[in-house]
């Protein structure tokens, strides 16, 4: 396989009939018990999520087609809402975006469903695509967006690429969370990095 053909593709999952929030959330929520049982990925049936939900198979495949769909959904499920930005300066938004990557972190670790659902994620590339295009991208383009403004705004140096900036401010953080999972997350990690980082992003004054 080409490098180019890993790469995370657009994907939407299929969509049935208009939903009725309670049948939809009944489901998800039954995947996710199912989940915190230890299922995997790979074992879970229409058969057992409607059984454990109290819905019947027809229910589910009205509203997706295949067991994959519906995963992608029971894993934005457990996403939090993005952070609302102070926009007060870059370091306060930067700070803002890592604290949400910190928080998640600290969820992951404490949280079997969470665990599981971005463990089993991992072993499906239908499933990446869909957490990459709608998690993965938006956050990073959240991210680049704050520190174009820095370079606007004359807050950060303008020689800089943000993309490999975004990097260095992200990267810490996430290893911590997902390689290092014995690792501190501990408050005020946040703004240490960002911090750290800034010292050497900041205009030279003449």
Same mark, same amino acid.
């Given at each position: 396989?080409?490098?180019?053909?890993?790469?995370?593709?657009?994907?939407?999952?299929?969509?049935?009939?208009?939903?009725?929030?309670?049948?939809?959330?009944?489901?998800?929520?039954?995947?996710?018990?199912?989940?915190?049982?230890?299922?995997?990925?790979?074992?879970?049936?229409?058969? &057992?999520?409607?059984?454990?939900?109290?819905?019947?198979?027809?229910?589910?495949?009205?509203?997706?087609?295949?067991?994959?769909?519906?995963?992608?959904?029971?894993?934005?499920?457990?996403?939090?809402?993005?952070?609302?930005?102070?926009?007060?300066?870059?370091?306060?938004?930067?700070?803002?975006?890592?604290?949400?990557?910190?928080?998640? &972190?600290?969820?992951?670790?404490?949280?079997?469903?969470?665990?599981?659902?971005?463990?089993?994620?991992?072993?499906?590339?239908?499933?990446?695509?869909?957490?990459?295009?709608?998690?993965?991208?938006?956050?990073?383009?959240?991210?680049?967006?704050?520190?174009?403004?820095?370079?606007?705004?004359?807050?950060?140096?303008?020689?800089?690429?943000?993309?490999?900036?975004?990097?260095?401010?992200?990267?810490?953080?996430?290893?911590?969370?997902?390689?290092?999972?014995?690792?501190?997350?501990?408050?005020?990690?946040?703004?240490?990095?960002?911090?750290?980082?800034?010292?050497?992003?900041?205009?030279?004054?003449?």
């Amino acid at each position: 396989m080409s490098l180019a053909d890993s790469r995370p593709q657009q994907y939407c999952p299929v969509r049935g009939r208009p939903r009725s929030e309670a049948v939809e959330r009944a489901i998800i929520e039954g995947v996710m018990k199912l989940i915190e049982d230890g299922v995997s990925l790979a074992d879970l049936s229409i058969e &057992g999520i409607a059984r454990t939900a109290g819905v019947g198979k027809a229910t589910i495949y009205r509203r997706w087609s295949n067991k994959e769909d519906l995963f992608v959904d029971v894993m934005r499920a457990t996403e939090p809402e993005d952070p609302e930005l102070p926009g007060t300066s870059t370091r306060d938004d930067l700070v803002v975006l890592l604290e949400s990557l910190r928080q998640r &972190g600290l969820a992951s670790r404490s949280s079997a469903i969470l665990h599981n659902v971005h463990a089993q994620m991992k072993s499906s590339p239908k499933i990446w695509a869909a957490y990459h295009a709608t998690v993965v991208a938006p956050r990073r383009r959240l991210g680049l967006e704050v520190l174009r403004r820095g370079q606007e705004n004359g807050e950060l140096r303008g020689d800089v690429d943000i993309e490999l900036m975004n990097d260095i401010l992200v990267g810490p953080m996430l290893v911590r969370s997902v390689l290092r999972p014995d690792a501190a997350l501990e408050e005020g990690l946040a703004e240490e990095i960002v911090d750290t980082v800034l010292e050497g992003l900041r205009p030279v004054s003449s």
